[in-house]
């Protein structure tokens, strides 16, 4: 297989290739395939004796004992050229940026090179109105189409008909490439593709379904059809004809119209024209009942209201309001419970509910009212209670206007009820204006009585609020007086709204009453006897109190029977006694009845106490010498209060002698005698020095105190050890060596006397040794 380019224009015979399948001396070689006589062999070379023309044979096929196949290889030597000589098309009013015709041209190179490679450009454009870019050519497809500033333009009556120059290039439009141009004419014409009329269509329609509807047409090339909006799906379809049906009845209440958008697309999907809309309007029917926007209305009227307005209900019907299928009449047809007379009313247009009696006074406290509301043939209903509220157009009254005499003994207990009394109000009970406030007027200006009233039943109590007293007020004249909580909005509180309460309070014999409950007193001791030191003091509005004591059982007080004077009887001695306690008894002159206080009687302190030494010192003694730290620890007291004998001074005569022996020194409460000097001659010294208290001026009290010292066993000084002398230890260990040494020496003397026996002689006796008995 082989190439060989066309138009060759060298020498002939044109070797072409050399056939290594045959033998060099093979020369009378036939093929066959070469009608034309083209080809031939020469010592194995193939050749060929004219040029080759692609596009009149492209290839050619020999056959020998093998077969060569010689392929034309091919060279651009041809100019393309327009299919059609006249080329012509139409273009519709309204048509989008899609080509409307195809310019096509031909080129005999092979289609598989660049050689044929087509490329479509526009020239120019005739006339150039109202833009000189109205068209637009594919450069690969020829395709011509608006562009968008064309669709947007196009006016046939603006310019009917287009002349475009048109050419094509082979080589991919290189430079270099073959091209020819042509004349495109393109006629604008009309268009029947609009908005379709609005279309009115009564709802509810009884069918048959489909309902056409309407209709559209594209009047150019081949289209489809399709809606779109906010509708539901399949309620509105259309044909391939452009017919638009209804297929379901329609609501106005839901929808009550449409925007159909009517999409024509060409059937390769792409969008020919922009979408025309078709608007559906949905008459209304009287299909909608009248409703209100609650079931159940509540208000309220005064007692006393005359023809007025209390309350307006409205109705809603969701029909066309343009229509008269939305005039609602209202009526009122039932009321419980019923009455003898009309007394409410509602207006037949406006749906206000009024008021028709002259007032509601003595009617039932509610009352439920049946209202309905009707357009041309249906209708609804709502109820509306109406409570009628309770004025204060009735003042309380009471019953008598005068209650009493009630007697109420003088020791009756605070809070004791004295009566109970009632204003009675028409009004409905319960109610603010059935509510009765009582107020005393008169005669409780010290506030002996308070009033308390019982709110569910309007009951009133007189109460007791102080103590009574017979002998101070004996009789209460009371005014009260009733009204209601809210102000009266007809007529006026008159006499039978005040009532008078007569008390009488009745004498009881009463007990004294002492002013104290306990009494405090101060004396000073040794005060002269008789004077007064407190008054009892008592009240009895019955008679006099009798004052006694008890308590006292040493008899220093006494007390006036009559007067409660507490006296001395005696000198009271604090140290003796500081406080006495005794009870003062006040007893009613004309019966038993009585009452008691304490008396607290406090002895004050005075300076008449001197301070004395405490102990006996007959056996206690100082070491002379002195020891260190060694004293006679001397103890005083003073009877009389801390504030006088509190703190007790020693201190030494003023004698130079005494002051140089002896030492006083203050040891807390105590003092310590000691000596002031190492040594006194042994002897039994005389110590004088006084004790004084801590009173001004101060009472005190001279000592002469005997102070033995001497040099008893007690007195002498203990043996100190010496330094490199033997200790105890060392003592008891030489005592043991030496008893032990002794009785050896004693047993061998013993044995000594056995063993050597002699006779003494009378003359030598007393120089023998006496015998030891052991």
Not at 135 to 162: H, K, N, Q, W
Not at 173 to 182: I, L, V
Request: proline share 7%; charged share 20%; with cysteine.
């Amino acid at each position: 297989k082989i190439g060989v380019p066309e138009n060759y224009d060298g020498i002939f015979p044109w070797y072409l290739t050399k056939l290594h399948n045959l033998p060099s001396n093979y020369t009378d070689l036939v093929l066959t395939g070469d009608d034309e006589g083209i080809f031939g062999v020469d010592a194995q070379f193939l050749y060929a004796i004219k040029p080759l023309d692609r596009e009149k044979q492209p290839s050619y096929s020999l056959q020998q004992s093998f077969t060569v196949e010689v392929c034309v290889i091919d060279k651009n030597d041809n100019v393309p050229t327009f299919i059609e000589e006249s080329m012509r098309g139409s273009v519709q009013l309204g048509l989008l940026k899609i080509p409307f015709m195809q310019v096509e041209a031909l080129d005999r190179d092979d289609r598989d090179t660049a050689h044929a490679e087509l490329r479509f450009s526009l020239m120019e454009q005739t006339p150039r109105i109202p833009s000189s870019q109205m068209f637009f050519i594919d450069s690969i497809t020829g395709e011509v189409s608006l562009t968008e500033e064309g669709a947007s333009t196009l006016d046939p009556e603006m310019c009917g008909r287009y002349k475009l120059s048109v050419m094509v290039k082979d080589m991919g439009g290189r430079s270099n490439a073959f091209f020819t141009t042509g004349i495109v004419t393109v006629e604008v014409t009309g268009n029947t593709w609009a908005s379709p009329d609005p279309v009115r269509l009564q709802e509810n329609l009884p069918g048959p379904y489909p309902i056409p509807i309407s209709q559209v047409k594209w009047s150019g090339s081949q289209a489809e059809y399709s809606l779109d909006g906010e509708f539901p799906e399949m309620l509105f379809t259309i044909s391939r004809e452009g017919v638009i049906y209804l297929n379901a009845p329609l609501d106005r209440e839901t929808q009550d119209q449409f925007h159909i958008s009517i999409v024509v697309e060409r059937p390769d999907g792409r969008q020919i024209a922009k979408p025309v809309e078709l608007r559906v309007m949905v008459g209304d029917a009287n299909d909608n009942r009248p409703t209100f926007p609650q079931a159940q209305y509540h208000t309220v009227v005064k007692e006393l209201a005359a023809r007025t307005e209390i309350l307006t209900v409205q109705a809603a019907d969701n029909d066309d309001p343009k229509t008269d299928n939305v005039r609602i009449f209202y009526r009122l047809v039932g009321q419980i419970p019923e009455s003898p007379r009309a007394l409410f009313r509602v207006d037949r247009d406006s749906g206000v509910i009024s008021v028709q009696a002259d007032s509601m006074e003595g009617t039932a406290p509610q009352y439920t009212l049946t209202i309905t509301a009707e357009d041309a043939k249906l209708n609804s209903s709502c109820t509306v209670v109406v409570t009628v509220q309770d004025e204060n157009n009735n003042p309380p009254v009471f019953s008598q206007h005068e209650y009493g005499p009630f007697h109420i003994p003088e020791d009756a207990l605070v809070g004791t009820t004295v009566t109970t009394v009632l204003a009675r109000d028409a009004d409905v009970r319960g109610g603010d204006s059935w509510q009765v406030d009582y107020h005393l007027e008169s005669g409780n200006e010290e506030e002996v009585f308070s009033l308390v009233t019982d709110r569910q039943t309007n009951d009133l109590s007189l109460v007791l609020s102080k103590v009574l007293d017979f002998e101070r007020e004996s009789e209460y004249i009371l005014v009260l007086s009733a009204q209601n909580q809210v102000p009266l909005v007809r007529g006026r509180y008159g006499p039978l709204s005040t009532a008078t309460v007569s008390i009488y309070v009745d004498d009881v014999n009463e007990g004294p009453v002492l002013s104290q409950s306990h009494y405090e007193v101060t004396v000073r001791e040794g005060e002269e006897p008789g004077r007064v030191i407190a008054t009892i003091r008592g009240y009895d509005p019955d008679s006099h109190p009798i004052y006694s004591l008890q308590g006292d059982t040493k008899k220093y007080f006494s007390i006036g029977k009559y007067s409660g004077e507490l006296k001395t009887v005696q000198a009271l001695d604090r140290e003796e006694n500081s406080t006495y306690t005794m009870e003062v008894i006040a007893v009613d002159g004309n019966s038993s009845l009585s009452a008691s206080t304490l008396v607290t009687v406090q002895i004050l302190d005075v300076n008449d106490n001197s301070p004395v030494l405490v102990g006996d010192y007959s056996w206690k003694y100082l070491c002379t010498p002195r020891w260190e730290d060694q004293a006679l620890v001397l103890a005083s007291r003073d009877s009389d209060g801390p504030q006088h004998g509190g703190r007790l001074n020693f201190s030494l005569r003023s004698d130079a002698t005494v002051r140089r022996n002896w030492k006083l020194t203050p040891i807390n409460t105590h003092t310590n005698l000691s000596l002031n000097i190492p040594y006194l001659p042994p002897e039994v010294y005389m110590v004088p020095f006084t004790i004084s208290d801590s009173s001004s001026p101060p009472r005190s009290t001279f000592i002469n105190l005997p102070c033995p010292c001497n040099i008893r066993g007690n007195c002498k000084i203990a043996a100190k050890p010496l330094q490199g002398m033997p200790t105890i230890q060392s003592a008891v260990g030489i005592l043991l060596g030496t008893f032990a040494v002794i009785i050896i020496l004693i047993v061998i003397f013993v044995r000594l006397s056995y063993q050597n026996p002699k006779e003494p002689s009378k003359t030598s006796q007393e120089r023998v040794p006496l015998k030891i008995s052991i």
